[in-house]
């Protein structure tokens, strides 16, 4: 079993940068490929980025690509998603989640794929 708990959300302007983290209990937390999801207002949840349990392999969607950036310690049971350039459209909640995976580079792209979600953290970027 492991508990996601995600921080660092808040109001933010155009322009401007956030972290956000996300703390893994549970053990085998460095066996786990993680990712970040968001939810904006009348859509649907979607994919924001992945990071392999190694972290030797990232992936974004498009949209954030060159702004965001994924990295974990695995240390310290964290992951993290650097917001930098931040736009309104980027305004939502934003999941953390983490995949049992069997290989250290192996990603996850999908909500199906992964196991375990946070509650969210509100993301509010104005213009």
């Known amino acids: 079993q492991v508990q996601l708990v995600e921080s660092g959300g808040g109001l933010v302007q155009a322009g401007g940068s956030l972290r956000l983290s996300c703390a893994a209990s549970?053990?085998?937390?460095?066996?786990?490929?993680m990712g970040w999801f968001r939810q904006a207002p009348g859509k649907e949840r979607e994919f924001v980025a992945a990071?392999?349990?190694?972290?030797?392999?990232?992936t974004y969607t498009d949209s954030v690509k060159g702004r965001f950036t994924i990295s974990r310690d695995n240390a310290k049971n964290t992951v993290y998603l650097q917001m930098n350039s931040l736009k309104p459209e980027d305004t939502a909640v934003y999941y953390c989640?983490?995949?049992?995976?069997?290989?250290?580079?192996?990603?996850?792209?999908?909500?199906?794929?992964?196991?375990?979600w946070g509650q969210g953290t509100q993301v509010t970027v104005s213009s």
């Open positions: 549970g053990r085998a937390f460095s066996t786990y490929a």
């Open positions: 990071i392999s349990w190694s972290a030797g392999s990232t």
């Open positions: 989640a983490a995949g049992r995976a069997s290989f250290s580079r192996t990603l996850f792209r999908r909500e199906s794929e992964y196991d375990y």
